[in-house]
């Protein structure tokens, strides 16, 4: 387990900035999380970081929770708590007192404006997650052929997603993707 | 976002008031239950389930967990929970909803680090991280949708500016966003003018 002051620095600097861009949620500082953890500071391989984005999708709980994957995979047990606390703990700060006021600027203009403006950010950040995951998680004809199925079927069905990841992880069982 | 939800008129005096340990195991539950969809699941248990809220402050809570940055579902924990009991409401609110994922996801990641090179293993996360791509494709679909029918115009440039800067050409986020922000703050009060 690694105690790296500086490496636990870093990633508390990384991923407390990119949260207060996630317009949209968790998913969409996606992007970001990549081209940190893997294209600027080498923490992981694509094929890892989808590894990761699998594990946090099969495991219940808010999206946000691959971040703490990340934060283990770099610095052990202090990297997730880091991370997770770095992603979480400045806009649950904000959300704790804007709350507060939010009421009082029901009707208010600005608040409309921002509202709707931020609408489309967050729906180009959720395109480029998409892309980006898209991109690292099919490499190969089969997997960008289960991909699209999964894609279809979880579009037109209201599956539990589970039953989707466990036929996945069976399909690769079997050498088919 | 619907926003035309009826209005009930008993809705406060008979609405009952968590305790801070219900609120613990209701988001407790949230966590453990939410599958791919910690949304549909809190609003089942707060709304329908527990009638926590009404229809209507759900949908006011949770337009301002979309305006806020970060994770929403952790945002709306926050919030939540500060308004049944205060500092302590959002910090048990908080310790259910990431608690138990936190303890799962770290075993999973030590037991990643030791078997995560087996070649059983890795033709499944192959698999599962296809079809977690698939879902993810399928549910921006779907919220892209409401964007897609509105005539062309500048929320269109916005989304596809943000989708182009940080999904394409891979720019840092925060250079995309503060450029494209301002511009659509601009543009939405130039339509509301």
Known sequence: ?177 | MPDTMPDLPDATHARPTPTLFELLVAFTMIAIFGFGGVLYWSRRMMVEERKWMTAEEFNEAYALCNFLPGPNIVNFAVVFGRQIGGTAGAFLALLGLLGPPFTLVTLFGLLYAHYGNIEILQRMFVGVAAAAAGLTISTSLKMWQPLLRERLGGPHLVALATLAGVGVLRWPIYWVLGALIPLSIGLAWWVRR
């Open chain 1, 1 to 177: 387990m690694s105690h790296d002051t500086g490496l636990l620095v870093t990633l508390a600097a990384n991923f407390a900035l990119m949260s207060l861009f996630a317009m949209g949620g968790a998913n969409a500082a996606f992007p970001e999380m990549h081209r940190v953890a893997v294209e600027v500071m080498h923490w992981m391989s694509d094929r890892q970081f989808a590894d990761l984005y699998a594990i946090a999708q099969v495991t219940p709980g808010p999206n946000v929770i691959v971040v703490t994957l990340i934060g283990f995979h770099v610095a052990g047990l202090a990297g997730a708590v880091v991370a997770t606390l770095a992603m979480c703990g400045p806009t649950c700060i904000f959300a704790f007192f804007v709350g507060r006021v939010w009421d009082r600027f029901k009707q208010a203009r600005w608040r409309l404006i921002i509202q709707a403006a931020l609408i489309p950010i967050s729906l180009g950040l959720l395109g480029a997650s998409t892309l980006v995951i898209a991109r690292i998680a099919g490499q190969s004809w089969q997997t960008v052929a289960l991909m699209l199925v999964t894609a279809v079927v979880s579009y037109w069905l209201r599956l539990n997603p589970l039953w989707i990841f466990a036929a996945a992880a069976l399909l690769g069982l079997a050498g088919a993707v």
